[in-house]
Nanobody, 120 residues
Framework: VQLQASGGGLVQAGGSLRLSCAAS????????MGWYRQGPGKERELVAT???????NYADSVKGRFTISRDNAKNSEYLQMSGLKPEDTAVYYC???????????????WGKGTLVTVSS
């Protein structure tokens, strides 16, 4: 299973960006999907997650500003970010918990990351 994230870039504080992530490969099913980020000199942290049924969970720091969504038919997830702040600057990674065909268990897969830079 491969994850390809896109949509990062440079934006001014207060602006918006939409990240996309598409999963491909030998996919039988995808349960949870999520976005994580790693800022300069920081550890990777959870941004938001979404279950196959659409239940969402957000880090306190992004609640009310970011919205996670998914399209199960396209094996894709999205992160709509608004009200961006300089502290949102990070590499954003998409994650999917997936089961491949002929496999009896799920595994976590990660995209390579997309850089979001928010200028003040």
């Amino acid at each position: 299973v491969q994850l390809q994230a896109s949509g990062g870039g440079l934006v001014q504080a207060g602006g918006s960006l939409r990240l996309s992530c598409a999963a491909s490969g030998n996919i039988f099913s995808i349960s949870d999907m999520g976005w994580y980020r790693q800022g300069p000199g920081k550890e990777r942290e959870l941004v938001a997650t979404i279950t196959i049924g659409g239940s969402t969970n957000y880090a306190d720091s992004v609640k009310g500003r970011f919205t996670i969504s998914r399209d199960n038919a396209k094996n894709s997830e999205y992160l709509q970010m608004s009200g961006l702040k300089p502290e949102d600057t990070a590499v954003y990674y998409c994650n999917a918990r997936s089961r491949e065909y002929y496999s009896d268990y799920e595994e976590d897969y990660w995209g390579k990351g997309t850089l979001v830079t928010v200028s003040s």
